[in-house]
């Protein structure tokens, strides 16, 4: 029998709230974090919102030397790993050699340091060559974000990035899971992060057409995943991290549990890569797999965290993906779209999915879609609209669906 792989620890940074506590109360409340930028003045691009962190203080937890030297990534994902590890009742200080070379660093990101390599593309473009940083090849790759975190606790495992378009933090997070299954390390540092809010992403997802451009006048009724006057995504940043770990090595460190992970799968349509295809035969395979993974079946499931990124095509074939791998359940089920309120954050947003649903369990209410105004009639499962619901959830889905064709779902068990 493979080992249970559970969570102890969570961490978070999201533009409705800083820290777990307050991302619980913004998500049950359904509070928007999406914001007309601050960050740059945006006034001459079509698209002026975002679900942007403007009070997120950087140097807080990057020196103000090296800031100039890292992407904005570094401090968002060491702020939530520094909250995730306190919550699981670690100290990286008082652990030995021996005890930090099993502890692995998985990070899943989509932009990864992109607004880092844009800025230094700027400054030597503009002239300003002494500005560039002395680091911008090696922090212009993905590879370093998860050293930089690995460096700053120590931990001598595995450090390691997985980039695969939206579902980036769902896969990180699944291969930990199996690493921990397979033996190789007791425990993960694990989650996701992203920022990528500058002019030319911007700019870019505008020439794709998949960026709402209707909401400037109120930003937070922009994220409208299900609506039937939904036309595009909201960009948004953030981390996510968790601590997972092997349930006999948290219970003999006494550890509190919020959740076992059950089940995870992946595949591809092998189809486009950006547009996804009509048929919801792959994503709905993708739950499958996770559920026969877990040893359950749709009647079991009490909770889907949706993908829902407010574009026509994902919203509409995402319900279909739904209705096929839980067939007559699925009308049945309360289901949700934690993106109606913060906004799309990329390669992040698998682990934010696996945060809100975290907090749905432990509290027993399931967080809502906001925004859901008009009713499309071919989305027509039970989003939980406008207000939270209370539940009993003993199992739940987070699904997660993306650029190049991929599909990812994790299935929980109930602590």
Not at 49 to 64: C, H, M, Q, Y
Not at 246 to 264: L, N, T
Request: proline share 5%.
């Amino acid at each position: 029998m493979l080992p249970r792989v559970v969570i102890t620890g969570i961490g978070v940074v999201s533009p409705n709230g800083m820290g777990k506590e307050s991302f619980c109360r913004a998500i049950l409340e359904g509070k928007s974090g999406v914001k007309r930028i601050s960050r740059f003045d945006p006034s001459s691009l079509p698209v002026q919102i975002a679900g942007e962190i403007p009070d997120f203080d950087e140097l807080a937890w990057v020196d103000a030397r090296e800031r100039k030297h890292v992407s904005r990534v570094v401090p968002l994902a060491v702020a939530a790993s520094t909250e995730a590890i306190h919550d699981a009742s670690l100290d990286p200080a008082a652990m030995s050699m021996d005890e930090k070379r099993e502890i692995g660093v998985i990070l899943g990101t989509g932009g990864g340091a992109q607004e880092f390599s844009e800025e230094q593309y700027r400054l030597w473009h503009s002239g300003q060559v002494k500005q560039v940083s002395l680091f911008c090849i090696p922090s212009g790759t993905m590879g370093t974000i998860p050293s930089e975190v690995s460096m700053r606790f120590g931990f001598r495992g595995y450090s390691h990035v997985v980039t695969a378009g939206c579902t980036s933090s769902t896969d990180a997070i699944g291969y930990a899971f199996q690493h921990i299954q397979a033996g190789v390390l007791p425990m993960f540092l694990v989650g996701g992060v992203d920022s990528a809010i500058t002019p030319g992403i911007i700019k870019g997802y505008t020439l794709m057409r998949a960026l709402t451009q209707s909401w400037n006048h109120a930003p937070e009724r922009a994220s409208r995943p299900f609506c039937a006057d939904r036309d595009g995504f909201v960009m948004a940043e953030g981390s996510w991290m968790f601590i997972l770990e092997d349930y006999d090595h948290a219970r003999a460190r006494g550890a509190r549990v919020y959740a076992e992970i059950a089940g995870y799968a992946s595949t591809c349509e092998a189809f486009h890569r950006v547009r996804m295809s009509d048929s919801p035969e792959e994503p709905a395979r993708a739950i499958t797999l996770a559920l026969n993974e877990a040893g359950l079946a749709p009647v079991d499931i009490q909770y889907v965290n949706l993908h829902g990124t407010s574009t026509e095509m994902n919203d509409r074939v995402e319900t279909r993906a739904l209705k096929l791998a839980l067939g007559n359940r699925a009308a049945k089920i309360p289901m949700s779209g934690l993106k109606s309120q913060i906004g799309h954050a990329q390669g992040a947003c698998g682990s934010a999915s696996l945060a809100a649903t975290l907090i749905a369990m432990e509290h027993g209410k399931i967080p809502p879609t906001i925004n859901l105004e008009i009713p499309d009639p071919e989305c027509d499962l039970d989003y939980v609209p406008d207000a939270g619901r209370g539940a009993q959830i003993e199992h739940a889905i987070c699904n997660c669906v993306g650029f190049g064709s991929k599909n990812s779902a994790l299935v929980l068990r109930r602590a």
